[in-house]
């Protein structure tokens, strides 16, 4: 219901998944990459963790669909039908309701109004993996559009209460709650690469050493997109890990996050 107080801040990623055909290659690719175990889960798929805590999970079904490979992240909601009703309100598709994967809860599974997966959710006392710029953490999910304002648009209305930062041409821009904590981002994909790079939400994971990073992502079978791009939040390059979920490998710098 409205105004429980949770576990967790509401508008960012409570829990990330990471959905393939294959576990070949992941173990030894987010060892190297970004520090994670790869272990036996509950029987549903495995989890990725940290020092043994929950980081993400990873869902093998050699069946799957290709739309559902990559990275999917559930933004956590206040009151979960509520939030699904704003989403589609502004023109989001409900795919499926399910619950999260390896943590307890409830969730729904959506498409926003340009086509890309995101889920909502309500995760159960102490389930939810919150944003962290902890090294090997999730710390942020960016949702990136070939229509910025139009972005931006869905977003407020997703969740209303959350400000923008203003917006800065080429640049990553967060959504914020009343505390000031980066949420979201929101960036508008280059016009030369919309052809082949259709509208998704980037998972961004901490990582000490940016360069260091996007070596071993390609020493341990994975492909570099780009690299060594830096601006006021750090450094980032963005990898294909080899089942083929894609992120954004940053090294935090400043205070933006």
Same mark, same amino acid.
């Given at each position: 219901?409205?105004?429980?107080?949770?576990d967790y801040p509401?508008?960012a990623?409570v829990?990330q998944?990471?959905r393939?055909?294959s576990?070949d290659?992941?173990a030894?690719? !987010?060892?190297? #990459?970004?520090?994670?175990?790869? =272990?036996?889960?509950?029987?549903?798929g495995v989890?990725?963790?940290a020092?043994?805590d929950r980081?993400a999970?990873v869902?093998a079904d050699?069946e799957?669909? =290709?739309?559902e490979i990559g990275?999917h992240?559930?933004?956590g909601?206040?009151d979960?039908a509520?939030?699904?009703?704003?989403a589609?309100?502004a023109?989001?598709?409900?795919?499926?309701?399910?619950?999260?994967?390896?943590?307890e809860g409830?969730?729904?599974?959506?498409l926003?109004?340009f086509?890309?997966?995101?889920g909502?959710?309500v995760?159960?006392?102490?389930?939810a #993996?919150?944003v962290?710029?902890?090294?090997?953490?999730?710390s942020?999910?960016?949702?990136? &559009?070939?229509?910025?304002?139009?972005?931006?648009a869905?977003q407020?209305a997703l969740?209303?209460?959350?400000?923008h930062?203003?917006?800065?041409?080429?640049?990553?821009?967060?959504?914020?709650n009343?505390?000031g904590l980066?949420?979201r981002?929101? !960036?508008?994909?280059?016009?030369?690469?919309?052809?082949?790079l259709p509208p998704?939400?980037?998972?961004?994971?901490?990582?000490?050493?940016?360069?260091?990073?996007?070596?071993?992502?390609?020493?341990?079978g994975g492909?570099? &997109?780009?690299r060594? &791009?830096?601006n006021g939040f750090g450094?980032?390059?963005?990898v294909?890990?080899?089942?083929g979920?894609?992120f954004?490998a940053?090294? #935090?710098?400043?205070?933006?996050?």
């Amino acid at each position: 219901m409205t105004g429980i107080s949770h576990d967790y801040p509401v508008g960012a990623s409570v829990w990330q998944e990471l959905r393939v055909r294959s576990l070949d290659g992941l173990a030894e690719f !987010y060892r190297a #990459v970004l520090g994670l175990t790869l =272990e036996a889960g509950d029987g549903r798929g495995v989890l990725l963790t940290a020092s043994g805590d929950r980081v993400a999970g990873v869902i093998a079904d050699p069946e799957l669909a =290709e739309a559902e490979i990559g990275w999917h992240v559930f933004l956590g909601a206040d009151d979960l039908a509520a939030a699904v009703a704003r989403a589609t309100a502004a023109g989001a598709t409900v795919v499926r309701t399910a619950e999260p994967m390896l943590i307890e809860g409830e969730a729904t599974w959506l498409l926003d109004p340009f086509g890309a997966p995101f889920g909502l959710a309500v995760p159960a006392p102490g389930q939810a #993996v919150p944003v962290s710029t902890e090294l090997g953490r999730m710390s942020l999910v960016d949702p990136t &559009n070939h229509d910025l304002e139009a972005q931006i648009a869905f977003q407020q209305a997703l969740f209303p209460s959350d400000a923008h930062d203003p917006i800065v041409p080429h640049e990553v821009c967060f959504f914020r709650n009343a505390e000031g904590l980066a949420l979201r981002g929101s !960036y508008e994909v280059a016009e030369e690469v919309r052809p082949f790079l259709p509208p998704h939400w980037l998972p961004w994971f901490s990582v000490a050493d940016q360069s260091a990073a996007i070596d071993a992502a390609a020493a341990a079978g994975g492909t570099v &997109n780009t690299r060594d &791009n830096v601006n006021g939040f750090g450094t980032w390059g963005v990898v294909v890990d080899p089942g083929g979920g894609v992120f954004k490998a940053l090294q #935090v710098a400043g205070s933006a996050l």
